[in-house]
C-alpha cells in the first residue's frame, strides 16, 4: 500500500555524517523519522543521539534493495535521499560501488516514491560543476568534466545521471522532487577517513603531525556547517517553490586550502608543521582536481530566506568543541 506514512520523513544514509544530524534536527522538530542506511560509511554511534527517541527507527540495510526501500518508502510521508557514495578518496578506490550506489540506488528510491506521489530531496553535490570555470556556479551553468578514464569524473557523473533521472520522474510523472547540490560540508562528526579536508587537518593538528596539503595549497573551497546545511534541506523539503528544482547549498565564503591549513593550526594551537604533497603523491595517477568551487546561492535565498554563513573560524572552533 503506498503511502500509509506512519513516520514523517525516511532519511536515507541517516546514520553518515550529513544524515544524522539531519535525523536529530527532524526529531527535535517533533517529526517521526525512519532511516535506511547500510553502514557503510556512516556509523551507528553518528546516531546516539536519536536511538532513544520513541519517534526513530533505524533499519540497516541499503537502497540497492529494492523491496525493502519500498517499504520504507511505503511508511513515509516524505523521503530525504542522502545515501550515497561518500568522499573523493573512497569513490576512486570503489569505482564500480560508486557508479551502481549513486544510480541504482537513486533510480529505486524514486521508483518507489512514484505511485504514492511522496516528495522527495536528491542530495547531489558541487562535484557536478566539475572542471567548470563559471565562478560563482550557478545551477543553471554548464558542467565540465575530465575524461571518463579518470575515475574522480564518475562520481560527478554518476550524480548528474541522479539529477536528470529525478528531474525525469518530475516533468514526466509529476513525482515532486527537489534536488540540492551541496557544497563542502564540515561540522563535528565527519570523519576524515575518506579523504576530507577539514577534519583530516584538525585530526593531524591534535595529533602534532604535518598538515598534509595537496598540490600548491592555492585551491579554493567554501565550507560551510552542517547544522545549516540540514536546517536549509528540513526547508526544501516541505517548499512548493522548490519542486522540479537544482539548488546550489552552501556558503559562499572562499578560502584556500593553504589558508585553511594555517587556521586549523592558530585556532587549534598545534605545532604541526604544514607540508605540501604534490597531487602524484597524494593521489592515483588518474586524480585532476579542481581550482576554485563557490556556490551562486541566490536561488536558495530566494526560497528558504537564508543562506549558511557561519565563517571559517567559527567552524574550526565548533568542531575542535572550544
Ligand atoms: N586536500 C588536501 N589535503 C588533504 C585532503 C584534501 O590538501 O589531506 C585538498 C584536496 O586536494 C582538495 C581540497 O583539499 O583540493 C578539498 O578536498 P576534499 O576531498 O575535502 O573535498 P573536494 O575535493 O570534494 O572539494
Sequence with gaps: MPGTGEYDYLVTGGAGFIGSHLCELLLARGAGVLVLDDLSTGTLSNLDGCS?????????????DEALTRGLVNQSRKVVHLAAAVGVENIIRQPVETIETNVKGTENVLMAARPGMTPVFIASTSEVYGKSESVPFREDGDIVLG?????RWSYACSKAVDEFLALAYWKDKGLPVVIGRLFNTVGPRQSGRYGMVLPRFIEQA????????FGDGRQTRCFSLVYEIVDAIASLVDNPEAVGKVINIGSTQEISIRELAEKVRRISGSGSEITLIPYDEAYPDDFED?????PDVSLLSSLIGKVPEADIDTIIREILGR
Design 147 to 151: 575524461a571518463t578514464s579518470r575515475s
Design 290 to 294: 579542481m581550482r576554485r568551487r563557490v
Design 206 to 213: 591534535l595529533a602534532g603531525r604535518p598538515l598534509t596539503v
Design 52 to 64: 532513544g527517541n520513541s519517534r526513530f527507527r533505524f533499519v540497516v540495510g541499503s537502497v540497492l
